[in-house]
């Protein structure tokens, strides 16, 4: 498939509320090309997660456009053209593990046989194989995101939307999703958006880092890493890793100062 993966152009977006109109994108514009990993950081409230739901269909623009493989986010949404994984896991209590993942295939009407390879892949791809007959709260935290995951991939879709799915994990466990993260990307050559509010995961993680101001969410800069594909975790003690973390840190600071 041609064409980037995502295509921002001029988007903006208000929110009505009861105190009036809150405008949470302003004027983005942002190229998301196919199988690049971007981590979008910011202050909180500063349209990461709008960004992401704008393209996964989930708020709808005031002007300005978004593409998503080249055509409207609705279309991609009906062809499944995305996963998203959402902050929390998400995962129904009642349902095992591979029930969980085998949810959004149950809604679409895959057949039985299908919906258990396509679970059975996606754990493995997480490295959850075996934990299909498990209950959620018999899983760690990180396990029951590497579900959530799972869940995301097990429609194979081309692009996966991640809102800061390892924000509540403990230090250990993050740094242990971010390499298993990378290495899933690495074999997979998916497409990655992911929303962050940690400089190292953003620059640990990223091929473009792209730093946004507080509302109205503008878009600051957007940082190329010049770090090779493969990283170790020692590579954040690096000279170029540090110096793409100042830099981002830099740019978090202009943007606030841009709106004191």
Request: glycine share 8%; hydrophobic share 45%.
């Amino acid at each position: 498939m041609d064409g980037p993966a995502i295509e921002a152009s001029g988007l903006n977006l208000v929110f009505e509320t009861n105190d009036g109109p809150v405008q949470a994108l302003k004027d983005v514009n942002l190229t998301i090309r196919r199988g690049e990993f971007v981590s979008f950081i910011g202050p909180s409230g500063c349209g990461k997660t709008t960004f992401l739901r704008a393209a996964a269909d989930l708020e709808t623009p005031t002007s300005g456009a978004i593409r998503v493989n080249g055509t409207s986010p609705a279309a991609a949404r009906e062809a499944r053209a995305y996963g998203y994984v959402f902050q929390a896991a998400g995962l129904f209590p009642w349902r095992t593990i591979a029930g969980n993942v085998r949810l959004p295939l149950e809604i679409m009407g895959y057949p039985r046989a299908e919906q258990e390879a396509r679970a059975a892949r996606a754990l493995a791809m997480v490295e959850l194989a075996g934990f299909e007959k498990k209950f959620p709260w018999q899983l760690s935290g990180g396990m029951q995101q590497r579900a959530s995951i799972a869940r995301a991939l097990a429609f194979d879709a081309d692009l996966l939307l991640m809102d800061e799915p390892f924000g509540a994990l403990d230090e250990i466990v993050r740094d242990k999703l971010n390499e298993q993260l990378l290495d899933l990307w690495a074999r997979t050559g998916k497409t990655i958006a992911f929303v962050t509010h940690s400089i190292p995961e953003a620059v640990y993680l990223s091929t473009r880092i792209v730093v946004m101001s507080p509302r109205p969410g503008r878009v600051t800069d957007v940082i190329e890493s010049p770090l090779p594909k493969e990283r170790p975790l020692h590579i954040r003690e690096s000279a170029e890793f540090l110096a793409i973390a100042a830099r981002v840190r830099d740019g978090l600071r202009a943007g606030i100062g841009d709106d004191v």
